[in-house]
């Protein structure tokens, strides 16, 4: 078996050179999250129960367009990919039955990155547990092995799903998150965790309902690892690891009052019931529940409202003929009865509840349990399992270690779980951008220091001006950082995700083409990455299926609009540039003139390359607007970084404003002729002859890299030993601005000239 391009050491990674490697990446892709045959985004309803019969076979892309996405993404200095994958496209048929033609497609894709040098590590993705409960990951016959019918989410609120909405473009922004508090999710993320405690009469094929569904979840991932294995040419490049199941929940273990939202749950939005509100309305009786609102000093309760499922109960009926998926369900565990009435909890004869406490404490002992209990020991027991599992293929797998979101980490430093090849994967957004969906530059809020308990009130916690935003914003994630220290050892640390919605202000920059606040977000998140010294991250997220990101429908899943690429956005050129240039939604559509779709030779586009970037059909004058044109906000992210260091990274950061990039290291000797530092230097922002470098010592040089035909801006850096810094100024782009001027038409129609001298 080959080794790891990539191996870890302490809390850093190095190459195979001792070079030190920061893992700059993306996602990729959100659209994997559902199925491409049928095309089924969260606001199609066709079909949607059909879920045995989908097929994610092209996802994230086809196999045909996979070269232009990888060369696209590399010419934009990623070189780490999280790849986005799901449970249900590889076991959706039902247990144990796998795709294996989406596996060879997977294989197929992973090693068409390889020829782009990617490093990448695989996502089990899942959001509120499965595309049934609102989000995405598990299959549908794994509500169904629950007791549960999702076929009734839509009237008793079970769950609370797009597909199943009324009016669909209507959908409530980022409402869907709250289904992590609702009945379905509740259940299985429960049972998932510890149904042998909580739910020991749920027996299925023999097993607890726990057993059963983390071996098939496990055995899912685990046969993906074998084929990758059985492919012989791509374990340890491009695939690096295994991530954790994305953004475990607890479901409702720690819940010390089910009658009472608890107080750590700070996402309350649209109708939020209590759990025990849940339990009655799942079992098909009218509840009152309070309704809460978005405003601009956050999550307000706005009224109350009534769910009156009339008698529509979430589980299925006792003549639902159990036989479908060839599973055996014990005789003591009942249809047609809510699971936690089975095991006492509540009295469904009066609409008694008899222990509001049951899952506050543990049953054998009493012990009280909490967010740290459940970390420590629910989700500890999964991960050893998962990471087994997966080493038993790859004894030698980086496993990417993702916790529940903003918790406090497993205290595992020092013990046998603090495995030498983890690496710490937290999450972070900003909540106050994300649910509100504008960039404010005036205030925001200290979430993670209001969780640790840092302020005497959350009033001291509110930030004001956008330089103690991004500050901020730093802070936390380095205070993120330090917990994984802390409690799980010396571990490199990676943000997973991190990213913006790009839908700000009611669309504004759709309308407008400015971008100025999707840049100015986007800048201050980076900074913050830049800041805080971790080791790498992966942006959410790159879209780019052909239909699938617009700006009518965003990320077609939840109203998610994150994705850096748009094909309703132009692309950017490289190297030299007009202010017009700098505007990230200047309409190219026009008959006579398009962006061709960007490639390994179209990453930057002027009338000296039009011929070799437009193909013989895009040069017709039947050209349309169906080509794609490019991301948006690119100031942002294009953006220079590491790529190898010669020593220990001290630090770096850009500062967007003046075009400036900053970076200091500390070398153990002089740097080897042919293993110098290197950094990634995009020629949008440095372009040539407009870029200028001045470094402590040593000599450098600034050159164009190809990598399988793709191009790369990269800087070479030969120096001495010791502490070493060096400096590179570009060129300030104007920042969004909106369309329509002279200055845009002057564009447009030396663009058309250059086309049609091409012809």
């Known amino acids: 078996m080959a080794p790891l391009r990539l191996r870890i050491d302490g809390r850093t990674f190095r190459d195979s050179d001792n070079r ?10 959100a659209d994997a999250k559902f199925p491409a045959t049928p095309n089924q985004p969260s606001h199609i309803a066709d079909k949607f129960f059909e879920g045995d019969t989908v097929s994610f076979v092209n996802r994230p892309f086809s196999i045909q367009d996979a070269h232009s996405h990888f060369a696209r993404l590399h010419g934009w200095g990623y070189n780490t990919i999280r790849y986005v994958f799901t449970w249900e496209a590889i076991e959706h048929e039902g247990p144990g039955k796998y795709d294996e033609e989406w596996i060879q497609h997977t ?5 068409i990155a390889k020829e782009y040098g990617f490093y990448i590590f695989m996502d089990p993705h899942q959001d509120v547990w499965s595309r049934f409960t609102g989000g995405s990951g598990a299959p549908m016959w794994t509500l169904y092995a629950c007791g549960l019918d999702p076929t009734t989410f839509a009237i008793n609120e079970a769950a609370f799903v797009q597909n199943t909405y009324p009016e669909p473009a209507k959908f409530p922004k980022m409402v869907w998150a709250t289904n992590y508090n609702k009945l379905a999710c509740q259940v299985i993320f429960t049972v998932f965790f510890a149904g042998k405690v909580f739910a020991p009469k749920a027996i299925i094929d023999g097993k607890n309902i726990q057993d059963y569904l983390q071996d098939h979840y496990i055995g899912a991932i685990a046969h993906l690892a074998k084929r990758i294995k059985e492919a012989g040419d791509l374990w340890g490049n491009p695939v690096i690891g295994f991530e954790s199941v994305n953004e475990p929940n607890r479901g409702i273990i720690g819940y010390q009052d089910i009658t009472v939202v608890p107080s750590e749950q700070k996402l309350q939005l649209g109708k939020s019931p209590t759990a025990w509100q849940a339990i009655l309305t799942g079992s098909g009786r009218a509840c009152e529940v309070e309704t809460w609102a978005f405003g601009g000093l956050g999550p307000y309760k706005s009224g109350s409202a009534l769910i009156d499922p009339q008698g529509t109960s979430a589980w299925l009926p006792k003549s639902y003929p159990d036989t479908k998926y060839g599973w055996k369900r014990d005789p003591g565990w009942q249809l047609g009865e809510c699971l936690w009435a089975q095991h006492g909890v509540w009295d469904p004869e009066t609409d008694t509840l008899l ?13 009280p ?12 027991d999964h991960y050893r399992a998962y990471s087994k599992a997966i080493k038993a293929v790859f004894p030698d797998s980086l496993m990417f270690c993702q916790p529940p979101v903003f918790e406090i980490p497993p205290a595992i430093k020092g013990t046998a779980d603090d495995d030498p090849n983890m690496i710490y994967c937290p999450h972070f957004y900003d909540g106050i951008t994300l649910m509100s969906k504008k960039w404010n530059r005036v205030w925001n809020v200290d979430v993670f220091g209001v969780l640790r308990g840092k302020y005497l009130t959350p009033a001291f916690a509110i930030k004001i001006g956008e330089t103690a935003i991004r500050n901020c914003f730093a802070h936390q994630l380095s205070a993120i950082r330090q917990e994984g220290l802390d409690y799980m050892g010396n571990h490199p640390c990676i943000f997973s995700e991190i990213g913006i919605p790009y839908d700000m202000d009611d669309q504004y920059a759709y309308k407008t083409g400015n971008y100025s606040s999707q840049i100015a ?15 790498g991250y992966t942006l959410w997220t790159y879209v780019a299926t052909v239909s699938i990101n617009n700006h009518y429908w965003g990320d077609q899943w939840n109203g998610e609009d994150l994705s850096i690429f748009s094909l309703d956005d132009k692309a950017v050129t490289g190297g030299a540039f007009t202010e017009a240039e700098s505007r990230a939604s200047l309409d190219m559509s026009s008959p006579s003139f398009s962006r061709a779709q960007s490639s390994s030779d179209t990453l930057g586009v002027s009338p000296g390359n039009l011929r070799k970037t437009l193909s013989a059909d895009q040069m017709s004058s039947k050209s349309g607007s169906g080509d794609v044109r490019g991301l948006r906000a690119a100031e942002a992210f294009i953006r220079p970084t590491p790529i190898t260091t010669h020593g220990d990274v001290t630090s770096f950061v850009f ?6 990039f900053t970076f200091s290291l500390v070398a153990p000797s002089a740097t080897a002729e042919d293993k110098p530092t290197v950094i990634y230097l995009p020629a949008f922002h440095f372009p040539s002859g407009q870029t200028t470098v001045e470094a402590s010592g040593g000599k450098w040089s600034i050159s164009t890299e190809e990598t399988n035909g793709a191009e790369r801006q990269i800087l070479q850096w030969w120096h001495a030993e ?10 300030v782009r104007k920042q969004g601005g909106p369309l329509g001027t002279e200055e845009d038409e002057g564009y447009l129609q030396q663009c058309q000239k250059a086309a049609c001298a091409v012809m």
């Open 20 to 29: 030190e490697v920061t893992l700059h990446g993306i996602n990729c892709a």
């Open 107 to 111: 294989i197929a894709i992973l090693r």
């Open 369 to 380: 349990i909490d967010a740290d209990y459940f970390t420590n020991h629910w989700f500890m």
């Open 521 to 535: 977000a986007l800048d201050a998140n980076h900074f913050a990455l830049e800041e805080s010294k971790v080791n």
């Open 655 to 660: 500062d967007l404003k003046s075009s400036t």
């Open 722 to 731: 010791g502490e070493q810094t060096i400096t590179v100024k570009g060129v």
């Open 355 to 367: 222990q509001k406490d049951y899952f506050g404490k543990h049953p054998t002992d009493g012990t």
